[in-house]
């Protein structure tokens, strides 16, 4: 291979942390940072000790209880025996193992997702790894990021490595101006709508494109948290100077002495000129509108501005019958308006969308006004304590409490709805999570996925409205 | 993990079909953290009756087969749910080794993970195998020779020879992994030059 062969970003991390090449594509992975959480990982602590194992590299792990902590009362007894085994497995398996942890009273606890960039582990160029799908997210660094399974995290925390086959490479390009009231959620929304949930199978996406360029961190985060949701394990974003300067001051940022010299390795991270991608999709940002999903898939999406489909204009009969049963589980009927839809439940919260400028897009949308009278309840979960107490600072909390909604502590929380935080069954909520998978906010609960100010403008109107005019 | 090389043992025989991972170990004994203590509700409705009492003399605990390190299975063995907890409710009644017709993908490789060896015979060898597990004539399995004898009868079966290495050094797939350990530390050598912040 000649020495001028133009590389992808992703090209260049896999080349980086490839310790031994096994054939067929096939490569023996290093991996520098690990995030655990209480439900994936107590297995592979025990299996660890049933072995005989210790923990290769403590200095890669940081532990945070975030799936299945409670939202609200937690000084009160937790009354879920599995979610206390959890938490408590968690707390002994880090003190046993002397690792980084961040207990759930601490003002850092949050969701891995969060916390990883908060505290400066997520950088530029690293590979990393979670017991969770979402990993991906901190893609939004130029890191390469994916989830894995309870086996791999022991084999990472035993190894610091993991046997991989290498993806092929994509690239998704938003040109062009988001339209004020579009947010990244809508972009992602819209680039799964585009490819479908299959679209990134067997690819690492790389995001590129002015749309892209001008999303601010928290942005590409969101974007780069639903690449699973497109079919891919990992979605990448160049880092640039938005990133150095996110980075920079945080607890794990490289320090003083090391910074420039970081900065330096960060950038030389981007594709290459003329570098070859397997596959391209290209958008145009400026055609972006809200987006509400209406069935049981994130692909099952369309504008605010349209309507519930019918199952007939799917083109394959598989898709048809799968259309047809989601209305069924929804409750829809084909040809309903969007907005026509009432809301019963909103949750702002997960790792998509629960960072400090979600919480500022939903306060501005309702400021001074009041959640409708038909929504039962408007969870507002930040993705950490840290957003929390930055929320509180500004009073944010104080418009979401005149408005009639309900400030938790930091977790999970309806995302998954492993705690006490559900839905229930025929409710339609409008969420700023990624799954909107039967019964993942509660059994029968109907999810439809929007941006944050789309489900703060639900709040208020109790049903869809297109924030744009709100 | 334990080395897998010739055993020697009586046999429990289980010689039902389609026996799926919810039969050797229910849905609702999979809420532990741990990875161990699945041996009292492995096979429950085998080995218990419908008020929940065990049954004295099933094959698993009854004293005929006590001790037996090798089961005797149908086929499509370990069919159904991926759970791990499966083999590790197997390797805590005992087994080392389950003979059977034919398994479930990905249950035996979950076996291989877990140290156990599989093998696969034709039926008839099975049935004679049932047979003489009944009678209580102890069964040789050498995974070298990958052979199963048993009174004057000798088989042979066929076996993927990265997992019979696994097996037979007591490897799982960390341990096999472990082997690239010095490559490994090459790595961080060079790693820790030129990115040295991600080291603490
Ligand atoms: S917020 Fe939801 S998607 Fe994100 S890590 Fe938690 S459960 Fe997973």
Known sequence: ?470 | MEKFTKITSIATPFPRSNVDTDIIIPAKHLKSIKRTGFAAGAFESVRYDAGGTLIEDNVFDGPKYKGAQILIAGDNFGCGSSREHAPWAIDELGYRCIIAPSFADIFASNCIKNGILTVSLPQADVDALVMAAEAGHPITVDLDAQTVACENALYTFDFNPTHKDMLMEGLDEIGQTLKSKGAIADFEAKQKLMTPWLYR
């Open chain 1, 1 to 470: 291979m000649p020495k001028t062969m133009p590389k992808t970003m992703y090209d260049k991390i896999w080349d980086n942390h490839l310790v031994e090449e096994r054939g067929k594509g096939v490569g023996l992975i290093y991996i520098d940072r690990h995030l655990v959480h209480e439900v994936t990982s107590p297995q592979a602590f025990d299996g660890l000790r049933a072995a005989g194992r210790d923990i290769r590299r403590r200095d890669s792990i940081i532990a945070v209880p975030d799936h299945n902590v409670p939202t609200k009362d937690r000084d009160q007894d937790n009354p879920d025996a599995m979610s206390v085994a959890q938490l408590e497995a968690l707390e002994a398996n880090s003190k046993e193992y002397a690792l980084d942890y961040i207990p759930m009273n601490d003002a850092r606890q949050g969701i891995v997702h969060v916390i990883g960039p908060e505290q400066g582990f997520t950088q530029p160029g690293v590979t990393m790894v979670c017991g969770d799908s979402h990993t991906s997210t901190h893609g939004a660094f130029g890191a390469l990021a994916f989830g894995i399974g309870t086996s791999e995290v022991e084999h990472v925390m035993a190894t610091q490595t993991l046997l991989l086959k290498k993806a092929k490479n994509m690239r998704v390009t938003v040109n062009g101006d988001l339209p004020v009231g579009c947010s990244a959620k809508d972009v992602a929304l819209a680039i799964i709508g585009a490819v479908g949930t299959a679209g990134g199978t067997g690819h690492v996406i790389e995001y590129a494109g002015s749309v892209i360029e001008a999303l601010t961190m928290e942005g590409r985060m969101t974007l780069c948290n639903m690449s699973i949701e497109a079919g891919a394990r990992a979605g990448l974003v160049a880092p640039d100077d938005k990133t150095f300067n996110y980075i920079k001051g945080r607890p794990y940022a490289p320090k003083a002495g090391q910074w420039d010299a970081a900065v330096s390795f960060w950038r030389s991270l981007r594709s290459d000129e003329g570098a070859k991608f397997d596959k391209e999709v290209v958008l145009n940002g400026n055609d972006i509108v809200p987006q509400v999903t209406w069935g049981t898939s994130p692909e099952d999406v369309v504008p605010v501005t349209g309507e519930v489909p019918a199952p007939e204009t799917f083109s394959e009969p598989s898709k048809q019958e799968g259309a047809q049963k989601a209305l069924d589980y929804m409750g829809l009927v084909a040809g309903q308006k969007i907005t026509n839809i009432s809301v019963d439940r909103v949750f702002v919260g997960s790792c998509t969308n629960s960072r400090i400028e979600d919480m500022r897009e939903v306060a501005a949308v309702i400021k001074g006004r009041k959640k409708a009278d038909t929504v039962k309840e408007v969870l507002i979960v930040p993705g950490s304590g840290l957003v929390k107490a930055q929320a509180e600072e500004e009073g944010l909390d104080k418009i979401f409490e005149a408005a009639g909604f309900d400030w938790r502590e930091p977790g999970c929380s309806m995302c998954l709805a492993m705690n006490a935080d559900k839905a229930l069954p025929g409710e339609h909520v409008a969420s700023t999570s990624n799954r909107n998978f039967v019964g993942r906010q509660g059994p029968g609960a109907r999810t439809h996925l929007v941006s944050p100010a789309m489900a703060a403008a639900a709040a208020i109107a109790g049903h869809f409205v297109d924030v744009r005019d709100f």
